[in-house]
C-alpha cells in the first residue's frame, strides 16, 4: 500500500487494513500554494462502501465489551500517537490544505491531540440519572449505549480537528465508525484514523473510505449506517439529512458570523479582532466574520483603526514561518470571493483593501483580506457566506437596527459584539439569533469543551460540538425500571 511521504497511507482502511480499492478512479491531493499533486488517494467504490460499514458492524461487539475506562485509556493513546508524529502531519497538512503551517497547522495538531484527551476524561463521566417510582418496589435508573455504526463526513477547513471532534466522541460511546474526509483533504483523516487504528482499538472501530460526493451519498443511505455526523454547507446537509431520513444526525453547518462594535467599544481591540476573524485560515471557517456592523457615529474612526490592522497579516507560502494566512484551498472558494467583491462594487460597495486575487504567487488561490465598505443586506457578501478573507463593512444606527441587521441571515452559528457595557451585552446575548455569542472576542473564538453549534429557526444544523456534550448527542440514553419484589 502505498503512503506519504509523512507515512499516512493513500489506500481505503477497512477493518483494521489499508488495502486499495476495486475501482481504478482515484483521487488528486493538490498543493493550493503551488498547484503541484501531493498525493493521489483511492476512490472507494460501491463495493467498498458496504465493506467499510460491515466492517464498522462486525467491530460493534467488540467496541461494546470495552468499559468507559478502557476506551478512555485508549482515546489518550490516541492523543499519544498524533503528538509523536505531530510535525510530520502537521507539514503534510500544510500541503494538502494551504494553511500556515507555523500559524495554523501545528496548533492544529496540538488541539487535535488535546480533543482525544478530553473525550477520554470525558468518557470516564457518562454519568445517568438514578429517578423516583410512584411504586414503592420499582428502581428506575438511565444508562447510555452506542447508536451503532456512525459515518462521518467532514470538510477540508480544519482536516483533523473536526474529524477528531466527532471521532473521539463516537468511539468515546462505544460507537464504531465510517470517515470519509474530505477529497481536498484526505491526508489528514487517514493520518487521524491510523493514530486509532495503532492505538489499539478493535479492528474495525475505525474505517476509511476516500472519495467525492457520491461516496459520502452512499454512506448517507446505507442501511448499515444508524447515525451520521455531519460538518459542511448548509445546502449540502439539507440533502444528507433528507436522505438519512430517521438516521441519528449531528450537523453543523455553516455561519454568516456578525460582529457588531458598538459606539462604546474598544476599537482597536474590535479592529484586531475583526481582521483575526476574517484571515485566520484564510476565512475559511464556520465562525470567520463574514459581516461587520459597525454603529454609525464611530464609523469613520473605527474604519482607519480597521484599514492599519488590516495591513499586518501576511498573506504567504503557507510553509514559510512568517506566514500569517495562505491561499484559498480550491478554485470553488475563490471564484466566490470573484462573485461576492464585484457583486458588492456593481451593487455601489467601496473596496478599501484587497478587491482581486493576488499576483506574483505560484498559484491563484491566494486572495488578500479584502475589506468592503459600504455593504447593504442585499448585496450577496452579506446574505451568503463567502468563506474566505473578506471583511463587509455595515453601518447600524442603534442596538435595535444592529440585532435587526445580524438576525438577517438563515444561518446562526456565532457571533460577536464589542462594548464596555454590561447590560447593553446581555441585550444581545439575549436578542441574537446564534449558538454562541462572544463579548469582546473574535468571532472565531473557540476551545474544545463547551457547546457549539446553531441555533433553533436556522439552517445551521443541531446537536453540539464540544466535550461532554458530543459525547451525549452519539450516544443513546436509555431507561431501565427493575421491580425488587
Known amino acids: 500500500m502505498d503512503t506519504t511521504r509523512a507515512g499516512t497511507p493513500t489506500g481505503l482502511l477497512i477493518g483494521g487494513e489499508w488495502r486499495d480499492a476495486t475501482s481504478d478512479d482515484v483521487v488528486a491531493v493538490d498543493n493550493p500554494a503551488d498547484t503541484t499533486v501531493v498525493a493521489e488517494v483511492a476512490h472507494a467504490s460501491a463495493g467498498d462502501v458496504d465493506a467499510a460499514v460491515a466492517a464498522a458492524v462486525e467491530a460493534g461487539p467488540a467496541m461494546a465489551r470495552l468499559t468507559e475506562f478502557e476506551r478512555a485509556e485508549l482515546l489518550h493513546a490516541v492523543a499519544d500517537r498524533l503528538d509523536e508524529r505531530a510535525e510530520a502531519l502537521a507539514v503534510q497538512m500544510t500541503a494538502e490544505s494551504g494553511k500556515a503551517l507555523a500559524a495554523e497547522t501545528r496548533d492544529e495538531l496540538v488541539e487535535s491531540a488535546e480533543i482525544f484527551r478530553l473525550a477520554a476524561e470525558e468518557t470516564k463521566r457518562l454519568e445517568t440519572h438514578v429517578m423516583p417510582s410512584i411504586e414503592r418496589t420499582k428502581r428506575v435508573f438511565t444508562h447510555r449505549k452506542p447508536v451503532g455504526v456512525y459515518a462521518l463526513l467532514t470538510p477540508f477547513n480544519f482536516p483533523m480537528n473536526i474529524p477528531a471532534e466527532l471521532l473521539a466522541a463516537a468511539l468515546g460511546g462505544a460507537n464504531t465508525v465510517v470517515l470519509k474526509p474530505s477529497e481536498s483533504t484526505p491526508l489528514s483523516g487517514a493520518a487521524l484514523a491510523q493514530a486509532v487504528a495503532d492505538a489499539g482499538f478493535p479492528a474495525g472501530a475505525v474505517n476509511v473510505v476516500h472519495g467525492r460526493g457520491d461516496v459520502g451519498a452512499a454512506l448517507t443511505t446505507h442501511a448499515g449506517v444508524d447515525g451520521i455526523g455531519f460538518v459542511g454547507s448548509a445546502d449540502t446537509a439539507e440533502a444528507i439529512v433528507r436522505a438519512a431520513g430517521l438516521k441519528r444526525t449531528l450537523i453543523e453547518a455553516s455561519g454568516n458570523g456578525p460582529q457588531i462594535v458598538c459606539d462604546d ?13 476574517a484571515t485566520f485560515v484564510a476565512g475559511q471557517c464556520c465562525v470567520a466574520t463574514e459581516r ?23 498573506l504567504g507560502d503557507p510553509m514559510a514561518d512568517d506566514t500569517t494566512y495562505g491561499p484559498v484551498n480550491n478554485e470553488t472558494v475563490a471564484a466566490r470571493m470573484d462573485t461576492h467583491v464585484a457583486d458588492a462594487v456593481a451593487a455601489g460597495a467601496d473596496v478599501l483593501a484587497g478587491g482581486e486575487r493576488a499576483s506574483g504567487f505560484a498559484s491563484d488561490l491566494y486572495w488578500p483580506l479584502t475589506v468592503l465598505d459600504g455593504v447593504t443586506p442585499t448585496m450577496a457578501a452579506f446574505r451568503e457566506e463567502t468563506f474566505g478573507p473578506i471583511l463587509p463593512v455595515t453601518t447600524f444606527t442603534d442596538d435595535d437596527e444592529a440585532v435587526r441587521l445580524a ?29 454562541t455569542v462572544l463579548v469582546n472576542e473574535s468571532t472565531n473564538f473557540w476551545e474544545q469543551h463547551p457547546p457549539f453549534g446553531g441555533a ?11 466535550g461532554k456534550y458530543t459525547l451525549h448527542d452519539m450516544t443513546d440514553l436509555r431507561t431501565a425500571v427493575v421491580d425488587v419484589r
Open 265 to 277: 467599544a474598544d476599537l482597536g481591540r474590535a479592529a484586531e479582532a475583526a481582521v483575526f476573524g
Open 292 to 314: 461587520l456592523f459597525v454603529q454609525e457615529s464611530v464609523h469613520d474612526e473605527f474604519l482607519a483603526l480597521l484599514l492599519a490592522a488590516a495591513a499586518e497579516p501576511v
Open 407 to 435: 438576525n438577517d441571515s438563515h444561518l446562526g452559528l456565532q457571533a460577536a459584539v464589542f462594548t464596555s457595557s454590561l447590560s447593553r451585552a446581555h441585550r444581545y446575548i439575549d436578542d441574537l439569533r446564534v449558538g
Open 456 to 466: 433553533g429557526g436556522t439552517r445551521t444544523g443541531w446537536g453540539r460540538i464540544g
